[in-house]
């Protein structure tokens, strides 16, 4: 009994801690930090020349997807974390501005796109203004919202990786086609911001599951054979 007690306990303590640490919808959780992604996850680091400017879109491929970034009326700069941006992601990240303060700022909100369906994101913010900030974020699939996160966090020009952090994962069979981010910084401008440190997890097409699922039995059969053969 006293082992059933103390198993039951420790079970009540963990799920205490997982809900105090993260927001969960029926459809996806919120991740509070990168050691939630999986680590098999694809990066992209906005590549592009520093002080390239894109109006209203930016788009780059990897991990098998294609993703764009869009917000009406907003123009996108390439920066470099440590040059074109004194802020608190990781020295020489790759970064994209909405930048709001030399341009017409957008009417929001930023969009993340995936041409293919993801099933976990996650990514890095900073407002243009130190100080205290927020970043209001929902998961979409297509037109259905997964569920709506925010997190709150202080920018300063300390460039030790301490941006604010962004992560959701999809659940219960869900998967992700866009992100819509919105930022809130000291002053209450919202267009104003730079993304950096990107990750997500492509959902691999049927075909691909089909490919798997048939590997997957020729190899138990494999293995098998080489048992009887023993």
Known sequence: MPKRKGALLIGVCSYLVFMWTATVHAQSLQLTNPSGLNPGDAALSFPGVENTKFSGSYVMSGGGNTVTVTESGATFVRR???SGW???F???THLLYSDGFDYASGTGPLIIRFDKPVSEVGLT???DHFGSQRFDFTAFHDSTSLGSYFVAG???PNGDDSASFLGVVATGGNFITS???TAHDRFGE???YALGAFTFRTVPEPGTWALLGSLGTAGVGFLL??????
């Open 80 to 82: 470099d974390q440590g």
């Open 154 to 156: 202080i920018g300063t």
């Open 225 to 230: 054979r080489r048992r009887l053969r023993k």
């Open 125 to 127: 913010a900073q407002a």
């Open 90 to 92: 990781a020295a020489g």
């Open 179 to 181: 992100i819509e981010i």
């Open 190 to 192: 919202t267009h104003d």
């Open 86 to 88: 004194i802020g608190n």
